[in-house]
């Protein structure tokens, strides 16, 4: 039997994604494309998933789009082929973005070109000493595809964007060109272990104000703070009969750890 491309292992409430194509640096192949998204599926109708991490299995976290496929779509000159893989990994990230569910990027290695795209829609981005990171597109003449310019112009400088996005070049992750997206960079062995106490300690936490947290930072992003906090009283209003908030507030008047259901 062929090995998955995507393996999932849950733990302590906790979502580990593995890519797993460490022959091909984990490239972002149509069979990986869809395996993720079955994964994502199944971790959505799990309760005890409250926290996503991905990570690569091998030396990389992922070296972007598999240019294999990419000469191949080319070379039978069917565009619209190439089009749609691109299109359909571009949906894919996005749901690491959409989901409720806070998703920690656990960067092990190499994370160029679409592996940058990937970690560019996490929340969290802990990276190990030795990875090295950057855009990369443009060194085989490719354009991004899946978020690449888009969303790195929001996480970093635009002068480190640029940097990014036009030398293609790759640098150590605690590299200042990562400033506003790397947030923590630990020892090599360090990395699972310092990933999963982050994930475990937001586990713990209500999954449903977390949801809600999250929607309203990503909507507010891009609206000034009037909008911004109409969507900050919508959610809350939304949020105020909820068990989670009522077990909040007493387990803070019993002075006692709460235990959050997500309802």
């Not at 940058?116 to 969290?124: A, F, G, N, S």
Request: net charge neutral; aromatic share 4%.
């Amino acid at each position: 039997m062929t090995e998955p491309t995507v393996l999932l292992d849950v733990r302590d409430g906790v979502a580990w994604l593995h890519l797993n194509r460490p022959r091909q640096l984990n490239a972002l192949s149509r069979d990986l494309t869809r395996e993720l998204n079955t994964v994502l599926d199944r971790i959505e109708a799990n309760p005890r998933c409250r926290v996503i991490v991905v990570t690569g299995v091998g030396r990389a976290f992922s070296a972007g789009g598999d240019l294999t496929e990419f000469k191949r779509h080319l070379d039978a000159g069917d565009h619209d082929g190439l089009l749609r893989l691109i299109d359909d990994t571009a949906t894919t990230l996005s749901r690491f973005e959409d989901t409720s569910r806070p998703v920690i990027a656990a960067v092990n290695g190499i994370a160029v070109a679409g592996g940058m795209e990937m970690l560019l829609c996490c929340d969290i981005v802990v990276a190990a000493e030795s990875a090295l990171m950057g855009d990369g597109h443009a060194k085989y003449g490719v354009i991004p595809g899946a978020g690449g310019a888009a969303r790195l112009v929001h996480k970093v400088s635009s002068n480190s964007a640029a940097r990014l996005l036009l030398t293609g070049e790759l640098f150590p992750a605690g590299h200042r060109v990562f400033t506003g997206l790397v947030d923590e960079v630990v020892p090599d062995d360090c990395l699972r272990d310092r990933a999963h106490q982050l994930a475990v300690q937001m586990a713990r936490l209500s999954p449903l104000a977390l949801g809600h947290i999250k929607a309203v930072a990503r909507e507010a992003r891009h609206q000034p703070v009037s909008v911004g906090l109409k969507l900050e009283l919508a959610a809350f209003a939304d949020y105020v009969g909820s068990k989670d908030f009522a077990e909040g507030m007493a387990a803070f008047s019993q002075r006692r750890i709460p235990e959050f259901h997500g309802r």
